[in-house]
């Protein structure tokens, strides 16, 4: 079958988006609770599944360990050889404070070209415009000539065990190229950084708080590790799209009473991390600014948590391919926003870090919406944005066959893996 062109000004498929089924479907799934904690993802699974299933897809669930499902659906053969392109997207939200909305978070409010609810921009709305994306090339007499896989995954906002990362382990996961539809304000992101997070235990000794110099201030002590860490320069080679490492002094809890000398403090510290920093790396940094600035503290370092940075090194076909599927801002928005070429990296994780570091996939995050909509109050995605991110998606999908024929004479990914498996 023939494909439209992504490098056409105006691809064929672009007149297929549909605004209202892009913004209908964004709705129907804002107003599933998916909130995790707990993690209420089987309340979206029925609907995923009439969604794939009513446009073509072979549809799965895949519930992980835990008990926590994901939908799994391909359009196409599964045929060896046929490219394969991955649309990863989490289905689970983060959880309200209710009595800070304007409209109930799962309402799904339109007002003002938004769609209003949690969820709108992260990442329902990227997950609408990735469906109605296909849709429109199959409106559009356009099957592609590649298998388009959804994995709507459980569990991203706590970390993946249960979603993502369970799709990897059991060996799920086959893909020439990845899109994430994360919201990144319409941007290529091709990197982010990753987080280690620690309590660190400082001893002292008590004494009378009336004679301060005669104990050890354990609450002294920790002003001055916080004082080394926060803002530290862990080295001199900041990453191009993520910057430098950072470490932020979180929390802080110690003393007993105001007329004692602290015997015990304790910290809490964030970490960010740039690609290719393992934990005992990041760990071996912290310990290496802590001995160098207050080497007498007695001290214990204690990692509690870690999400690894991951990057698509550029130059990659992959990035360049859905960059220029990308319909250029209208002369609306191009007025009033920054440039709006290049690629962008991200200071927070999403599952694309699975994907990439441990599978090796080419693997992109975008999507409509902007990080400063998510998580908080009043989330939302504007419509003009899911359409024109419904249009990237379709030229993706409908071009990517090609793509893969002409890209790196074939050879997308490092180690092409096509196969049956949803
Ligand atoms: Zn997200």
């Keep these: ?70 939908v799994l659906a391909r359009y196409g053969t599964g045929a060896p050889g046929r490219p394969t392109l991955l649309i990863n997207g989490h289905v689970d939200v983060v959880p309200v404070v209710e009595a800070d909305w304007t409209t109930p978070p799962f309402d799904a409010v339109v007002r003002g070209g938004r769609l209003i609810g949690r969820g709108a921009a992260d990442m329902k709305g990227g997950i609408a415009a990735a469906v109605e994306g296909l849709r429109a090339c199959l409106d559009a007499g356009l099957a592609p000539d590649a298998d388009i896989v959804f994995h709507l995954v459980a569990d991203e906002e706590t970390g993946g065990a249960h979603g993502t990362a369970a799709l990897v382990d059991a060996g799920l996961v086959r893909a020439d190229a990845c899109i994430v539809p994360e919201p990144t304000g319409l941007r290529v992101a091709v990197a982010e950084r990753g987080s280690w997070q620690a309590r660190i ?70 970490r960010r991390t740039l690609p290719g920093e393992s934990a005992d790396d990041v760990y071996a940094s912290i310990v ?9 503290v007695d001290h214990r370092v204690l990692p509690t948590f870690f999400c690894e940075a991951s990057e698509l090194p550029l130059p990659h076909p992959f990035a ?73 998606f379709a030229r993706a999908i409908a071009g990517f066959a090609d793509f893969v024929a002409q890209a790196d004479n074939g050879r997308v990914s490092p180690s092409r893996q096509t196969g049956r498996q949803l």
């Design 201 to 270: 235990e400082v001893f002292g000794t008590a004494g009378h708080g009336g004679e301060p110099a005669l104990g050890r201030s354990a609450v002294a002590d920790a002003a001055r590790i916080t004082t080394a860490l926060h803002l530290a320069r862990f080295h001199d080679r900041p990453h191009p799209l993520l910057g430098s490492p950072t470490c932020n002094v979180a929390m802080v809890r110690g003393g007993v009473a105001a007329n004692v000398i602290a015997p015990a403090c304790e910290l809490t510290i964030d």
């Design 1 to 70: 079958m023939t494909t439209a062109s992504p490098h056409t000004p105006e691809s064929a498929v672009d007149a297929f988006v549909r605004v209202d089924r892009v913004a209908r479907t964004a709705a129907d799934l804002v107003r599933v609770d998916t909130r995790n904690p707990p993690g209420r993802e089987s309340a979206a699974v029925p609907v995923l599944l009439d969604l794939l299933g009513a446009i073509g897809c072979d549809t799965e669930v895949f519930t992980s360990g835990g008990g926590r499902p994901s």
């Design 288 to 296: 290496r600014v802590i001995e160098a600035s207050c080497p007498d």
């Design 320 to 392: 360049d391919f859905v960059d220029t599927c990308r319909p250029r801002p209208s002369t609306r928005t191009r007025s009033r926003v920054a440039p709006d070429e290049g690629f962008i990296g991200l200071s927070l994780g999403s599952d694309a870090r699975f994907l990439r570091n441990r599978l090796g996939i080419p693997t992109v995050v975008y999507g409509p919406g902007s990080i400063e909509q998510a998580h908080g109050a009043d989330e939302w995605v504007g419509i003009g944005d899911l359409t024109l991110a419904a249009r990237t």
